[in-house]
């Protein structure tokens, strides 16, 4: 079961919590910042231009790449440090041949996309160029597909302040029309007004932009995974030793998340700086 992310769930609690304490500690009647009318302008209206600025199934995908902000994501600092022990582990196979790392690879239940088309193509003998050329694209275009979801959600963070203006302005008719002849209404348009433009300042600045930015960041971390992972796959088409792929990789990491192959040969080191 996926762990609950707690820096979101953090910031959410503090966010909307500090505007709640503020609304409950100045008034006792804070049932009045509820408005359905105006929720439901700025929450609809986001929602109608989304889908018709994009195609359905993306704005799904976006639902559900909501939840992924909540969840504690798959690629963590010590994700990367295993994926270099892996490649050097496949790095000392490989002095065997290819095949022992593709029977490695085959010993994973669930195989990581990118991992499976990466070895499928090593395995195929292609070239550096070529493998660098279609892994790289294969990378690019993942992450472009994916930034979509980031991109609807900026969006959705720029219409709804701008709905929430729809609806203070639609309040600020109903306010003057009934200014000469309803006294009693004004006060409940007013309401209407303002709590338009707050719902669409909280949406887009506490939820959609947010949003947006978290995602895009799990985005990048996996695309420079993949960068790494690729070089990896390189130093295995070159048959380079398993010393020379941990320097290599340990060069991309954080130097406190450095991976350090246990009993390295000196062999393999002497090897290295000869290549």
């Given amino acids: 079961m996926p762990m609950i992310s707690v820096s979101t769930l953090l910031g959410i609690v503090l966010g909307f919590g500090l505007c709640i304490w503020a609304i409950m500690s100045a008034t006792k009647d804070f049932h009045i910042f509820w408005h359905v009318e105006s929720f439901a302008i700025v929450i609809g209206g986001t929602l109608a231009t989304t889908l018709i600025a994009y195609r359905t199934r993306y704005v799904l995908r976006v639902v559900r790449s909501m939840a992924r902000i909540f969840v504690m994501q798959p690629i963590q600092p010590t994700t990367l440090r295993d994926d270099v022990k892996q490649m050097v582990e496949w790095a000392a196979l490989n002095q065997r041949g290819l095949g022992a790392v593709e029977d490695d690879f085959a010993k994973r239940q669930k195989p990581d996309p990118f991992l499976k088309h990466a070895i499928d193509l090593l395995m195929n003998g292609y070239k550096e160029h070529d493998l660098r050329l279609f892994l790289g694209d294969f990378i690019e275009s993942s992450f472009s597909r994916e930034m979509t979801q980031a991109q609807i959600l900026n969006q959705m963070g720029g219409h709804a302040p701008a709905f929430g203006m729809v ?67 390189v ?38 700086g000869k290549r």
């Fill in 167 to 233: 609806g203070t302005l639609i309040g600020l008719v109903i306010m003057l029309s009934n200014m000469g002849s309803d006294p009693s209404a004004i006060g409940p348009a007013m309401a209407m007004s303002l709590l338009a433009t707050l719902y669409g300042v909280m949406g887009a600045r506490m939820v959609f932009i947010p949003a947006a930015s978290k995602i895009q960041q799990i985005l990048e971390i996996e695309k420079y995974r993949r960068y790494m992972m690729l070089e990896g796959i």
């Fill in 235 to 272: 130093m295995l088409h070159e048959k380079r030793p398993a010393s020379y792929v941990q320097d290599r990789l340990n060069s991309l990491l954080d130097p406190a998340m450095m991976y350090q192959r246990e009993g390295a040969a000196k062999g393999d080191k002497q090897l290295a």
